[in-house]
């Protein structure tokens, strides 16, 4: 006897360990290790995962397993391995591990069915219920659920004459359409077209069509060309003349677009120096991490290019990932018009079913490389020769769910696997890497220089405190309006980037830039409305809200805040001859929203193009020359020990953005903080200096990468309750880890309340604890009772980036 250790889809601490089931007698040489089944749990089917298949059980009695949902494999020895590594670094179940590996059409649906039992019971039923199910003999819960019949098929189910069934369903099918071919021999095609009157012409073209086409056609195209109707075909398939068939076509969304193929370009002596020993790494097959930092325009992706050449001649393959927001048409094509056919892209804005399609072409081998988002890091190449991720600083390679993966810890683990180079790019690369870089566990390679001749955009920094002296009230300051007049009589186009609005709001007086911050922690402290309070998210500090600023004492001192609607209000009544596009979550939540803004933008169908941080970059219009940025002040004074990392990035990115071609480009960055090192170092595009001074206040403060720290958020719609918990787990980790760990709270959470939920939040900082996610595990085990329930929450993030 055969048995098959699954892991079942319930994501509990209770059921995250494999269950035994037998394998039926049948399909004991088809069953094989990573395959999807649907096993009966309890009354329940679900849906598992195969781990493992051995012939002993210490279960006694087992159940069968009931249906194989895959023909091969869908995750094979290495990501089931990654799903171990990603369930122990990160705390999460193993259910959540494999299913984040695998398209979202792959994840099973339920659906909940009653069944009438036997035949011969219909009559002991129920009037109600017998008309309910009148010559059916099974209904949907679906139609039944809300309505007043569910206590009387409760009675019915317990006296046995009905039962409840599930059933699992696939979310996505696979696309097909009707393919027309032939089913007689040539001679009696031609004998048929004889036979046809003079006047069915149609009819003669349809088949003449069929006779030269080798293996039939669309029914759509052939009725297209052939311009005979569909009844005709019918027909002709009736009489057995012509034979029809499904085939299985992949959703493409470039299948309308064509892509102009691009040819290497000669490299620079830079790029050159660059790129030798990446190729050199692939063709050792040897495991190492570049760390390739280049101005923006320097040329990285043209490495990247032809670095994945020399990968693909070693006959393997190769993941590029670059963050959602850079996923443009722009970035897409770069890429298909230098490997044409070998490339699958992966981004949200495709279907759940597009996105299974390009996930077969990679599992059926019919594509070499990946270009996609986050999750296309689960790629499941079985003979990968190299990883890229672009913008490798970007926060969105942090998933801020369950499993609470870094795309970078995940790449650097495959690569270990594959034996394969870690190519991480960027202008402005995370402290992490940088530090890592430093100390030689990342090898760093450096492009100083921008290809275009104009080099880096002039960026003027404005103090928005002295428009406010001078009697500017406007959102708008002087030099920057004029800029903006100046471009729109000359035909040239601007952006302008806002900061989207964070949950928590900050108090900073306009008179001097003076922001409110915790005297223990280094961040800002959080505006509370209610109790008109100002407090410390990582430490609890809270002191008054002050109506004198402490610095200059000028009454000026307010929270800040603006939305991108209401700029577009001001710039339409102090330019009203500018076409602006707005772009932020209102405007592109449509499907393919963001897309068209942007086109329409690179068509010059507007002069101005106003955003958030999706606008930052990716962006390549030859003729912006001007950026904006609105207020710098308000990332930089976010409760995140990273705020100033993510100004510094964010403006360097933006400034980018400018004058990336014939026309000079040129930056203004409005501030109340004109002389925060991380706008200063930005508008100098000197991010050794930012390095350096950022790593000093890291290490004074005890953040990360000196300190690892991790985040526990507790939340329940009682205050008390939610206080408590996190109390205990606070009082619990002091007590079991290192005295050198530093446990911070329980605080409230930037975001206090959210969903009606109170959030509490504890930090640890620490340096080496072996010990750290068993202590941790054991601490939000001792809860699984009300988490079950569904009346506690706790989140453990073992790398927070989302620090509210
Ligand atoms: P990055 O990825 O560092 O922002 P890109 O690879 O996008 O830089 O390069 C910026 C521009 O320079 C692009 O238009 C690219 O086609 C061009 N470019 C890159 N390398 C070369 C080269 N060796 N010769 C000429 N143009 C180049
Ligand atoms: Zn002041
Ligand atoms: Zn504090």
Request: a neutral charge; one cysteine or more.
């Amino acid at each position: 006897m055969k048995i098959a250790a699954v892991i079942v889809d319930v994501p509990a601490r209770q059921t995250d360990r494999p269950f035994d089931y037998v394998i039926p007698e049948k399909w004991e040489d088809v069953l094989q290790v990573g395959m999807r089944v649907t096993v009966p749990f309890g009354a329940r089917l679900l849906q598992g995962f195969v781990v493992n298949i051995k012939s002993h059980s210490e279960v006694k009695t087992l159940k069968p397993i009931e249906a194989i949902l895959d023909v091969t494999p869908v995750l094979n020895e290495e990501l089931l391995g990654l799903g171990q590594y990603l369930t122990e670094t990160t705390l999460c179940f193993a259910i959540s591990a494999y299913q984040a590996m695998l398209p979202a059409a792959m994840k099973a649906k339920y659906e909940k069915e009653i069944h009438l039992v036997h035949e011969e019971d219909r009559a002991c039923l129920h009037e109600t219920i017998q008309s309910l199910f009148a010559d059916r003999s099974v209904i949907s819960w679906k139609d039944v659920e809300h309505t007043n019949v569910v206590p009387l098929l409760q009675k019915e189910i317990q006296k046995g004459y009905l039962e409840v069934v599930y059933r699992v369903k696939e979310k996505a099918a696979k696309k097909t359409i009707k393919y027309i071919d032939i089913a007689v021999s040539k001679e009696q095609i031609h004998e048929a077209i004889e036979a046809l009157p003079a006047n069915a012409i149609k009819q003669k073209q349809l088949l003449t069509l069929l006779l030269s086409a080798k293996d039939g056609m669309p029914l759509k195209e052939l009725l297209e060309q052939s311009g005979a109707s569909h009844a005709s075909v019918k027909a002709l398939i009736q009489k057995g003349i012509l034979s029809e068939r499904e085939v299985e076509i992949y959703r493409d969304p470039y299948e309308h677009r064509e892509f102009v193929k691009t040819e290497p370009l000669p490299l620079t002596d830079e790029q050159k120096q660059a790129l030798a020993p990446i190729v050199e790494s692939v063709r050792a097959s040897k495991h190492e991490v570049f760390l390739l930092y280049g101005v923006t325009g320097s040329g990285k992706t043209e490495i990247y290019m032809q670095a994945i050449e020399e990968v693909l001649r070693q006959g393997k393959e190769a993941i590029v990932l670059v963050p959602e927001i850079s996923l443009t048409p722009q970035m897409v094509e770069r890429f298909k018009g230098r490997f044409g056919s070998q490339v699958a892209v992966l981004h949200s804005g495709l279907s759940v079913g597009e996105k299974y399609d390009e996930w077969r072409k990679i599992h059926r081998k019919e594509v070499k490389l990946v270009v996609g988002a986050r999750s296309a890091i689960f790629a499941p190449f079985e003979n990968l020769g190299m990883i890229i991720i672009d913008e490798e600083h970007e926060a969105s390679y942090k998933q801020e769910e369950n499993p609470r993966y870094h795309a970078r810890d995940v790449a650097i683990y495959r690569a270990r696997f594959h034996q394969c180079p870690v190519v991480l790019g960027s202008a402005t690369p995370s402290l992490e890497s940088f530090a890592r870089a430093k100390k030689g566990i990342y090898q760093l390679l450096t492009l100083k220089k921008r290809m275009s001749e104009n080099g880096l955009p002039t960026v003027n920094i404005v103090d928005m405190r002295e428009e406010l002296r001078s009697g500017n009230r406007s959102m708008f300051s002087r030099i920057l309006f004029e800029k903006l007049q100046d471009r729109l009589t000359k035909g040239e186009q601007s952006v302008l980037f806002l900061n989207r609005r964070g949950y928590s709001t900050f108090v900073m007086c306009r008179d001097c830039g003076h922001v409110i911050r915790c005297p223990h922690c280094d961040i800002s402290l959080t505006y509370h409305r209610v109790q008109q309070r100002l407090k410390c998210h990582y430490c609890g500090h809270e002191e008054p809200l002050t109506y004198r600023c402490p610095s200059c004492a000028s009454e000026h001192i307010r929270f800040f805040g603006t939305g991108t609607q209401k700029v577009e209000e001001e710039l339409n009544k102090l330019l009203p001859e500018a076409r602006v596009i707005r772009m932020d979550v209102d405007t592109t939540s449509r499907k393919g929203a963001h897309e068209r803004l942007l086109e329409a933008f690179g068509e010059g169908k507007a002069d101005i193009l106003l955003g958030t941080q999706m606008i930052a970059k990716g962006l390549d219009f030859p003729k912006v020359t001007l950026v904006g940025v609105l207020a710098a002040d308000t990332m930089l004074h976010l409760p995140d020990f990273r705020s100033s990392e993510k100004t510094f990035q964010l403006l360097t990115q933006v400034s980018g953005r400018a004058g990336r071609h014939k026309l000079p480009g040129e930056v203004v960055i409005q501030t109340y903080t004109p002389e925060h090192y991380s706008i200063e170092l930005a508008a100098k595009h000197d991010y050794d200096m930012f390095y350096q001074k950022e790593m000093a206040i890291r290490k004074l403060h005890g953040y990360p990468p000196f300190y690892y720290l991790t985040l526990i958020t507790v939340s329940h719609s009682e205050i008390t309750k939610a206080v408590a918990v996190t109390e205990k787990i606070a009082a619990y980790l002091r007590a079991h880890l290192s005295k050198e760990a530093i446990i911070l709270g329980p605080v409230a959470s930037p975001i206090a309340r959210l969903h009606d939920r109170y959030r509490y939040q504890c930090m640890i900082k620490y340096k080496r604890e072996p010990n750290f996610t068993r202590v941790l595990k054991t601490v939000v085990d001792r809860y699984q009772q009300e988490i079950s329930q569904g009346e506690l929450f706790i989140t453990v993030d073992t790398n927070p980036y989302m620090m509210m």
